[in-house]
């Protein structure tokens, strides 16, 4: 019997296959924002795609935060692009939460992560931020910030004291306490200042808000406009009053302007 060997060569192939995740660089702009109780409140951050040859896919927004705090619905979405092209960066709004009404003042913290990949199927997590939220308590003020601002009630850029989105030259804070209009531009309602002969001296008449306990009006004099100021001898006169703001005259009466020669007044508000 004739033995045969046959000697078989055989090739074998190994395939890798491996997903392509582009990567996400994630900070909050600040990672603490300040609001009131029930107040809506918006975190800024800024995105980075860092792969610089692959698109990365934003499919979704999750939070572990405190019971106290809720996500505003479609926040995210409404933002933050689906899609950052390679090396593309988005800096805005990110996420918002809802302040619960009743909760205590005091600090409060969450995490937000940021889910997807390189399609729209992709599930996984591509950046993590924690965030707090510092609650302050509802004051006149932050109710006008609110009423007058919405959703931007918790921009300082916005809303703050100092800011004036009209840009009318009047900052909020005084918009707020002369009852104006922070939204529409215009100097109508500022005080204004004339002589009065009864006493021979300068007045300052002004608008006061009656709700607007959070803050403190002074009318106050001086002999140059680089002061001192002061409210040393200045009497304070009544008007008017519709049940929201009344009208106010502060009459510089200790200080005539014949005897005192040129006198000059203007209105603080301080919070």
């Known amino acids: 019997m004739r033995l045969k060997s046959f000697l078989i060569l055989g090739v074998l192939m190994v395939v890798c296959s491996t997903e392509v995740r582009a990567g996400l660089s994630f900070v909050l702009t600040p990672s603490t924002e300040i609001g009131p109780q029930g107040a809506e409140v918006f975190f800024n951050g800024t995105l980075i795609n860092t792969d610089p040859t692959n698109a990365v896919y934003l499919n979704d927004i999750q939070f572990v935060a405190s019971s106290n705090l809720t996500p505003v619905a479609n926040a995210f ?9 390679a090396g593309q960066t988005y800096s805005d709004i990110v996420f918002a939460v809802t ?3 009743a909760i205590p003042t005091g600090n409060y913290f969450g995490t937000v992560t940021l889910v997807g990949g390189s399609n729209i199927f992709a599930s996984s997590s591509l950046a993590t931020q924690p965030f707090e939220v510092s609650v302050s308590e509802v004051t006149p003020f932050s109710a006008w910030q609110l009423a007058e601002f919405g959703t931007n009630a918790s921009n300082p850029a916005i809303s703050g004291d100092l800011a004036d989105p009209d840009g009318d030259g009047i900052v909020n804070l005084l918009e707020y306490a002369l009852n104006l209009n922070p939204n529409m531009a215009g100097v109508t309602g500022l005080p204004t200042a004339q002589t009065d002969p009864a006493c021979g001296c300068l007045t300052l008449t002004y608008i006061q808000v009656i709700s607007a306990t959070d803050v403190v009006y002074a009318a106050e004099a001086a ?3 680089g002061g ?5 001898g200045i009497t304070q006169t009544v008007l008017g009053s519709d049940g929201i703001a009344q009208t106010n005259k502060a009459s510089d009466a200790g200080n005539p302007i014949a005897t005192s020669g040129k006198r000059f007044m203007h209105l ?3 919070r």
Do not use: E, Y
């Open 223 to 225: 002999s140059d406009p």
């Open 99 to 101: 302040i619960n009404f």
């Open 77 to 85: 979405f409404a933002n933050v692009p689906g899609i950052l092209s």
């Open 228 to 232: 001192p100021w002061s409210t040393n």
């Open 268 to 270: 603080r508000v301080t």
